[in-house]
C-alpha cells in the first residue's frame, strides 16, 4: 500500500512539475522603460522566435513618456503612454511577425520575433 502510494504521489509531483515548466514556457516579459529601452523576454532571454500558442505576456511600463505596443496576426495590444505600473495580457499567437514598440519613440525602441 505504501509503495501506491508513493507512486500516486510521485506522478502528481511530477504532472504539477511539468504544469509549471510549461506555464513558465509560455510566460513571456516585456520591459519600457525606464531609460529608452523597450525588451521583450522568455526566461531571461531574449524573445526572437516561438512556437503558435497562447502565450501569459507579463508587461512592466517603468515611464510616463513611453508604452509597450504589440502588434502582430490577431493580436493589437498596448499600455497607455502617461501611465506606468504592471498589465497582464494573455494572447494567443500565430504563424506570422510580430512587433512591439514604444509608439512615441518607435524609429529607436523596437523590437520584433517571428512565431513558426
Known amino acids: 500500500m505504501r509503495i501506491r502510494l508513493a507512486v500516486v ?14 506555464q513558465a514556457a509560455s510566460t ?5 522603460g525606464p531609460g529608452f529601452t523597450i525588451t ?4 531571461g532571454k531574449k ?9 501569459t505576456i507579463k508587461i512592466s511600463d517603468k515611464s510616463n513618456i513611453h508604452n509597450f ?5 490577431g493580436v ?4 497607455s503612454v502617461a501611465g506606468t505600473g504592471s498589465k497582464t ?4 499567437l500565430k504563424k506570422g511577425t510580430y512587433k512591439f514598440v514604444c509608439d512615441p519613440h518607435a524609429a529607436t525602441m523596437k523590437g520584433s520575433f517571428k512565431v513558426t
Not at 47 to 55: E, N, P, Q, R
Not at 69 to 73: A, F, V, Y
Open 69 to 73: 505596443h504589440l502588434t502582430g496576426p
Open 9 to 22: 504521489a510521485l506522478v502528481a509531483g511530477s504532472a504539477l512539475g511539468l504544469t509549471a515548466v510549461a
Open 76 to 79: 493589437n495590444k498596448s499600455t
Open 40 to 43: 521583450l523576454t522568455q526566461g
Open 47 to 55: 524573445v526572437s522566435a516561438l512556437k503558435a500558442g497562447s502565450y
Open 89 to 92: 495580457w494573455k494572447v494567443t
Open 28 to 32: 513571456l516579459t516585456g520591459v519600457v
